[in-house]
């Protein structure tokens, strides 16, 4: 027993504290490195890289090396971020730390409390067990099935309560799996699955997620145009709807079920459901909270008396009603899985980081001013490629809006139309594959447990080819079929 022990504490993890130090060294290479040039915009204009700037990539370099090979909790990894930026002085203290509380965070915290609602209430099991005894018993069904409800209920309400929502539900389908906890390739398929769907589903209305309002808003001061709510739901229809069905049989080649039928299931959740009786009072109050936050948050976008009031508060409302009604007690609340909460926290210390020192904005110019002589179709790629990677790493929101003013400077010259500029980054904006900390889904389903971060990463390479190449394909093909314009009549 004691040589056992002894082995134990005698194996180094040298996997582990290698990534640590390459994370390290990156950090202390760039932010030691001789001032960079600066980036030059195709209308002559310079943006420096300031030392708070290359400070900010250094921070957003190591954090990404330990995020993506998981050398420590994901959320210990964020409280770095904030500790470098404080002691080296990239951001003041103050600053860095009080985008740990940034509404955004806030809205994850209410959205994981309301999953833990519907858990706790019984409300998951029921709505579980009524689909599994529709869409039966072969896995590629479930597959489906999971991915269209989690599809559909983005074009009504945020994608991050969409996650926080199916998820317990995905949690009681994989329990009658027959795995127990252990993770599977089905349930790797599942819940990254309803995380990257999640996403698919979102870029359809502007109820998905806030990215989509921002850009417009964004669109219309650059550009002066209005576009509506149903001129964006018109072109992102088919194009959320494809990715939805593609990343389902992308899921079932690369996270193909160890089995193909689970035999008995739909009699065994017909039984469940029956033994569950009648819809019990606590079930009903949390229904009708729950839908109420979510019709308010909906409703912001057509009444203009509710535009004013923040998401965040409104969903927070659910959150202290639960407890009220005692459908929530104090140790519901020491049982919120901070870890994700605290890895959003250092990805909105992070993205603001970047943003407000510079750097964003110089990895954009330096980016895009590659393609400023470039055909059309390489522009719109490039742009669309940019903002990809950006997004899983900040906020997808400062992802378009660095991007978007360089690249509607450029796209004249090369006779490109707005309207394909805009589309084509709110498609990959809405779909970071990569990174946890791209979406708030991503985390969501990373705490099944059923994945590492690793995994994650190398399943959203594959996965973000195929985003790539269906933009393309919505440029070149779908968007002008529908009548986008697509280059300028100048162009000619």
């Not at 990215?211 to 219309?220: H, M, P, Q, S, T």
């Not at 029956?274 to 729950?290: H, L, N, P, W």
Request: proline fraction near 5%.
């Amino acid at each position: 027993m004691s040589n056992a022990v002894m082995s134990e504490q005698n194996t180094f993890d040298w996997k582990r504290y290698m990534f640590i130090g390459i994370g390290t060294l990156l950090f202390i290479i760039v932010y030691y490195s001789p001032a960079w040039p600066d980036a030059v915009d195709p209308l002559g204009k310079h943006f420096p890289l300031s030392r708070e700037a290359k400070g900010a990539l250094a921070v957003f370099l190591l954090a990404g090396t330990w995020w993506v090979f998981e050398v420590m909790p994901i959320g210990v990894t964020s409280i770095t971020i904030g500790i470098l930026q404080a002691m080296f002085l990239i951001r003041p203290a103050k600053v860095a730390f009080k985008d740990f509380m940034d509404p955004s965070v806030l809205f994850i915290f209410a959205s994981i409390v309301i999953g833990m609602v519907f858990t706790k209430t019984g409300l998951t099991k029921r709505l579980a067990y009524k689909m599994l005894t529709i869409v039966g018993e072969r896995t590629s069904m479930i597959y489906l099935g999971c991915f269209l409800v989690t599809a559909a209920l983005t074009h009504i309400m945020a994608h991050t309560a969409v996650a926080a929502t199916i998820y317990p539900l995905l949690l009681a389908v994989y329990s009658l799996y027959g795995e127990g906890d252990k993770p599977t390739k089905f349930g790797k398929g599942l819940f990254i699955g309803m995380a990257y769907v999640a996403g698919a589903g979102s870029i359809i209305t502007l109820l998905g997620a806030a990215r989509g309002a921002v850009a417009l808003g964004f669109y219309k001061d650059i550009i002066g145009k209005d576009i509506s709510f149903f001129e964006l739901t018109y072109y992102m229809f088919p194009i959320g709807w494809i990715m939805t069905f593609l990343l389902w049989g992308f899921f079932m080649i690369v996270c193909k079920p160890e089995k193909a039928v689970i035999p008995g299931l739909r009699e065994k959740a017909k039984q469940l459901a029956a033994e569950q009786g009648r819809i019990t009072r606590k079930e009903i109050v949390a229904a009708v909270i729950i839908f109420t936050c979510i019709l308010v948050m909906s409703l912001r976008s057509f009444v203009p008396a509710l535009k004013a009031i923040d998401k965040t508060a409104i969903i927070l409302v659910s959150t202290v009603l639960f407890f009220i009604v005692n459908i929530l007690d104090i140790d519901d609340l020491e049982e919120v899985p901070w870890n994700i909460i605290l890895l959003f926290a250092g990805a909105m210390s992070i993205g603001f980081c970047l943003w407000e020192t510079g750097a964003a904005k110089w990895l954009a110019v330096n980016w895009l001013v590659l393609f400023q002589k470039a055909n059309w179709f390489v522009f719109v790629m490039g742009i669309s490629f940019f903002v990809m990677i950006m997004t899983n790493f900040i906020m997808n929101v400062a992802a378009i809006a660095i991007s978007l003013p360089v690249a509607l400077v450029i796209a004249p010259y090369l006779g490109v139309a707005p309207e394909v500029i805009l589309f084509s980054s709110l498609v990959v904006a809405g779909m970071p594959f990569l990174l946890l900390v791209g979406a708030a889904p991503n985390a969501i389903a990373y705490d099944s447990k059923q994945f590492t971060t690793g995994e994650f990463f190398l399943y959203g390479i594959p996965a973000s080819i195929m985003l790539m190449i269906l933009t393309g394909l919505a440029a070149a093909v779908i968007w002008p079929l529908m009548g986008m314009p697509i280059t300028l009549p100048t162009a000619g």
